[in-house]
């Protein structure tokens, strides 16, 4: 990383790496490891889960054994993982002693550590059920106003997720925020890093990447997957699983599924720099 010291960070101080997906943020977090110890700990949503490593840009089995890591491929292809899932590996991998250097880009994560994240119960499986079968609106038009006031009321994840959390528990998703208990790491204990690419270079990554992982066997990876493929599943949310699944199926050419999958990484990629700029605005910028 151009004008950064990784060696130049004090080797007790935990560090935090986020930034737009093929920023480079991997490559900083072994260097920090490698000038001044520690455990890479995984914080993207999708690397957790057992059977993605490629598409999900996981670091490679020998970059593993070559330097501790933490939290990746440890959930089952088919099982369902949380943020407050997530929170409480994190915290059992720091209990452990080694200083952490968090990495990955699920701004939610980050946001979880560093300002705590409400305890809310489990949703059962027959909600849930319930409210994939309704609409957006439906979803938006059964929560309170103040949870309304406070999400994405476009990203139906967020939206389902609260309508959830208040039908299951009688309680809105506001109140549970409002009574989070305090952070793990709050943001002053660290030394957190934002790569931020920019624009141009982020696109040309990207596309750089996905060519780089149809030569390191991609195709292969999906199709050993594709007896347990489920779109429901949360691994299936991997960008770029349901283009080459459907590419394996004959619907459609490798260069159609590639350029799909370049644009909905190029529309991540620009979705992390929007959270970035709302809610990391005191993270210190690296430039790849």
Request: no cysteine; net charge positive.
């Amino acid at each position: 990383m151009s004008g950064f010291d990784p060696g130049a960070i004090a080797p007790d101080r935990p560090v935090l790496i986020a930034g737009p997906t093929a920023g480079g943020k991997s490559a900083l977090a072994q260097a920090i490891v490698r000038a001044g110890g520690g455990v890479i700990v995984n914080a993207d949503a999708l690397q957790v889960f057992d059977g993605w490593r490629i598409l999900t840009a996981r670091p490679s089995a020998a970059d593993e054994a070559a330097l501790p890591h933490a939290l990746y491929g440890h959930v089952p292809f088919d099982g369902s993982y949380s943020a407050g899932a997530w929170l409480r590996d994190v915290a059992g991998v720091i209990a452990r002693g080694l200083r952490p250097v968090i990495v990955g880009g699920t701004g939610l994560n980050f946001l979880a550590l560093t300002r705590g994240l409400a305890d809310i119960p489990p949703v059962p499986p027959e909600v849930r059920a319930q409210a994939e079968a309704l609409t957006l609106d439906d979803l938006v038009a059964g929560l309170d106003a103040r949870t309304r006031g406070r999400i994405d009321l476009r990203n139906r994840a967020r939206v389902q997720r609260a309508w959830e959390v208040l039908t299951a528990t009688g309680r809105p998703l506001a109140d549970w925020q409002d009574d989070t208990p305090p952070p793990l790491l709050p943001r002053a204990a660290t030394r957190a890093l934002l790569v931020m690419p920019g624009v141009e270079e982020g696109d040309r990554r990207i596309a750089r990447r996905l060519d780089r992982m149809l030569d390191e066997g991609l195709l292969a990876e999906v199709r050993a997957l594709l007896p347990r493929w489920n779109p429901a599943l949360g691994a299936a949310q991997a960008i770029g699983a349901r283009e080459l699944v459907a590419h394996l199926h004959g619907r459609v050419t490798l260069e159609e599924a590639r350029a799909a999958v370049i644009l909905q990484t190029r529309r991540y990629a620009k979705r992390q720099r929007t959270w970035a700029r709302a809610h990391m605005q005191d993270w210190e910028r690296v430039s790849p």
